[in-house]
């Protein structure tokens, strides 16, 4: 046989070629679909035309679904597998759905049907369509095919996010029932266990399934989201040392950084908890990084400043806390709340500084709402997933600490007036000046530094670090020598003192233009002092560089006289036992309670309200836990008021028999009282009668017979307030009509004509 050229041979192998084609595609064609070689052709043609598409598409659509991350929020338990966030990657999700369609319709037989399902709920899963999702997964659950594992695994997890959490527990059940059949997705269904049992705060039962879980081999990301919630889990069952073995074993599963940076500060935080804080301190500064966010260099500052505190050193605690806040990288969002909330918290446990811890607290409940995210943009299945330890209750403890703010200043004004009123002429004159000079010095420095500050079209910006300093006897929170901003906005503490003091000036007044001139119109005038207020609290002051209003001191609030002194004393004892009273109920502070108690018995024992600040005061030593104390108290209290009411509740809390007594023989006894009051009156004793009627009043205030003895005595006090020089009957009246309230009675007995407490005008006697 003879040789073929070069280019002889090349066609003969092109004709075979195309010969041997041709008998493949006669072959193919003559056996169908259903055999051998037509499924592999099916199954090739499916994938490459068509599945290996929609696998691209639902890539890249997860791709920006990871890229939609941000920081850790260590306040809220972390979800293992997080919800998707709506608007990511939606079109390669629905690009993805469409394709994996066109497989199950035109290669129905082929091998990739299971993958195909799974990837349509997965599509679904992330546009958040989870009725959707979970159609497609038992689907694929019905097929028993080899992927059944992963399909159970993603209905869970589906199911979960949904809120389904009884379907999702029973088809956790039936999966890990056969969990040895799917291999490392078993650990998976474990994890999404350990979740739902977290979101149904079954903690022990959460810390076994999340255990269990981390036992087996589980992806990367997976496995460091479970090993920080198992580390939460742990800390909410008080485990610190157990959390912090979870915690760093977050760093072996290679996390993404701010998971990483989350693990490690909690770790640390526990470390400082449970051991020495400087070791807790030196760690810390390792995790600071010059490319850290704001919210994590706010969550170094958070947990230094808890090391401070535990170190005992507040004052550091508090520098480290506003250096973040008037920073260049000052947090925002919920990260400048909690970062208030802690400062809030440092003034009110450390310093009992409840003003600037009132102002802080109303600082951070304006991002820490108690809405349906908790301010955080979290959404509504996840608004109840917060740590105890998380700040919840800010908008309530700004209100609480404003009322009892409002107090203690109350209380410190009366002193105040007081010590001023018991100097003697000269040296008030001299204090007097004093506050007139310093006013004009201050108001001269106000001026220099607005002439100092450059002038900018449409408005004036103040220089940086040019803040004028609060006047004397206004609280600011200390910076550390930072820039409070103009007309300090920046300052929680004068921003809630101004609004305050607002309020109290010119209540709450319409948000509307020529408010003045409508209430002017209505004739309603809203800017009247009241009688407590001086009058250069109230007065409008007058502008920069004017002398006039800084040179007046008012003086009117001063009690020069010993009938004022007495009726502020008077009005002290009640604000004494209010500001006793709200910190124990309020602020649950006995001590600081018991302090005050004392003070209003100290300092005013005859007061009215002696009985109720004993009574305050027993409840607070049993708070603090000394029973013996309180029922020293309880039997003092009895001793000294054995016929009033609170008497009457201290025996109950005592375990004696009360003392009630049947309703005529109360009322005989109180007619005995009265007449024995009404003979002092006829005699002459006034002074003694108006006292005997008073006591009748109070000690029998449940008989019909009070009402006439409060009554008379106002008779007596009206008679002989005129020639009474002292102003003791003046203060004995006014105090007992301030805290007896007598109840009203259906029937009352009419008192002889002559009697004081006639309901008629009684005739001289």
């Given amino acids: 046989m003879g040789r073929f050229s070069p280019r002889g041979r090349t066609q003969v192998r092109t004709v075979c070629g195309l010969l041997f084609l041709l008998v493949g595609a006669g072959l193919l064609m003559s056996c169908g679909r259903g055999s051998f070689i037509g499924r592999q052709y099916d199954d090739l043609t499916a994938y490459y035309n068509t599945f290996h598409n929609a696998t691209q598409a639902f890539e890249s659509g997860l791709e920006s679904v990871n890229e939609s ?24 999700f629905e690009e993805a759905i469409q394709k994996s369609a066109a497989v199950l319709r035109e290669h129905p037989n082929s091998e990739w049907v299971d993958d195909a399902l799974l990837l349509i709920g997965r599509s679904r899963y992330y546009q958040q369509n989870y009725v959707g999702a979970v159609q497609k997964f038992w689907e694929a659950i019905a097929l028993e095919p080899e992927r059944e594992g992963e399909a159970r695994f993603r209905l869970a997890q589906t199911l979960v996010v949904a809120g389904r959490y009884r379907e999702a527990a029973e088809a956790l059940r039936t999966g890990l029932d056969s969990g040895e059949e799917y291999g490392s997705w078993a650990a998976r269904m474990r994890v999404v266990q350990g979740e739902l049992l977290v979101r149904q705060e079954n903690w022990a039962a959460a810390e076994q399934a999340l255990a269990q879980g981390l036992n087996d081999n589980l992806p990367d990301e997976t496995g460091a989201r479970a090993a920080f919630l198992l580390g939460q889990v742990r800390e909410t069952l008080d485990d610190p040392e157990g959390a912090r073995a979870a915690y760093r074993q977050v760093s072996g599963y290679d996390p993404p950084y701010p998971l990483a940076f989350a693990a490690k500060l909690a770790a640390v935080e526990l470390g400082g908890e449970t051991g020495p ?9 390792e995790l600071e990084r010059d490319d850290n966010t704001r919210e994590m260099r706010a969550e170094i500052a958070r947990v230094r400043a808890r090391l401070h505190r535990a170190q005992g050193r507040p004052d550091r605690a508090r520098q480290v806390l506003t250096a973040v806040l008037r920073g260049d990288q000052a947090p925002r969002g919920s990260g400048k709340g909690r970062t208030h909330y802690e400062l809030a918290t440092l003034y009110r446990d450390a310093y009992e500084d409840f003003t600037r811890a009132a102002a802080h607290f109303d600082t951070a409940s304006a991002t820490l709402s108690p809405g349906p995210d908790g301010g955080t943009g979290a959404g509504a299945a996840e608004a109840a997933q917060v740590l105890p330890r998380a700040p919840s209750d800010a908008r309530a403890q700004a209100d609480r600490f404003r009322k009892l703010a409002d107090r203690s200043q109350a209380v410190a004004r009366m002193d105040s007036l007081l010590r001023l009123g018991r100097m003697a002429p000269t040296e008030f004159r001299a204090v007097v000046e004093k506050i007139r000079q310093r006013r004009l010095e201050e108001q001269e420095a106000r001026a220099q530094r607005t002439r100092r ?8 910006r103040p220089a940086a670090g040019d803040a004028s300093p609060p006047s004397a006897g206004q609280p600011a929170v200390q910076t550390q020598g930072a820039d409070a901003g103009f007309l300090f906005h920046r300052d929680p503490t004068l921003v809630q003192q101004g609004r305050r003091q607002f309020e109290q000036t010119w209540g709450d007044r319409p948000l509307m233009d020529d408010w003045r001139r409508a209430e002017a119109i209505r004739g309603r005038p809203d800017a009247r002092p009241r009688a407590d207020q001086t009058e250069d609290r109230v007065r409008p002051q007058s502008s ?49 309670a018991q302090t005050w108690f004392r003070r209003v018995l100290d300092e005013t024992p005859d007061h009215p309200v002696a009985p109720q600040a004993l009574y305050g005061l027993a409840q607070a030593h049993r708070a603090q836990g000394d029973t013996a104390a309180g029922d020293d108290v309880y039997r003092r209290l009895i001793s000294e008021h054995p016929d009033t009411p609170i008497a009457r509740r201290a025996r109950e809390q005592l375990g004696l028999a009360t003392t009630d007594e049947a309703p005529g023989r109360a009322v005989s006894r109180a007619d005995s009282a009265y007449a024995r009051a009404y003979e002092a009156w006829r005699s002459g004793r006034h002074d003694a009668a108006l006292r005997a009627f008073l006591t009748v009043a109070d000690a029998y205030r449940e008989t019909s017979v009070a009402p006439r003895a409060l009554l008379a005595a106002g008779v007596v006090y009206h008679r002989t307030a005129r020639h009474d020089s002292s102003g003791q009957g003046r203060r004995a009246r006014r105090r007992t009509v301030r805290w007896r309230r007598l109840p009203s009675s259906g029937t009352q007995q009419r008192a002889p004509r002559g009697d004081p407490g006639h309901r008629m005008r009684p005739r001289p006697p």
Avoid: C, H, W
Wanted: hydrophobic share 35%; net charge positive; no cysteine.
């Fill in 69 to 92: 991350g941000g920081d850790i929020d260590r306040t809220r338990y972390l979800s293992v597998f997080p919800p998707p966030q709506g608007g990511a990657g939606q079109s390669s």
């Fill in 277 to 285: 804080p400087g070791r807790a301190l030196e760690r810390l500064a």
């Fill in 453 to 460: 500050q450059p002038r900018f079209r449409g408005g004036r």
């Fill in 544 to 592: 920069a560089g004017s002398s006039t209003a800084a040179g007046v001191v008012d003086v009117s609030a001063v009690p020069r006289d010993s009938i004022s002194r007495a009726e502020m004393k008077d009005q002290r004892a009640v604000a004494q036992y209010e500001l006793a009273n709200a910190l124990f109920r309020a602020a649950g502070r006995p001590d600081s």
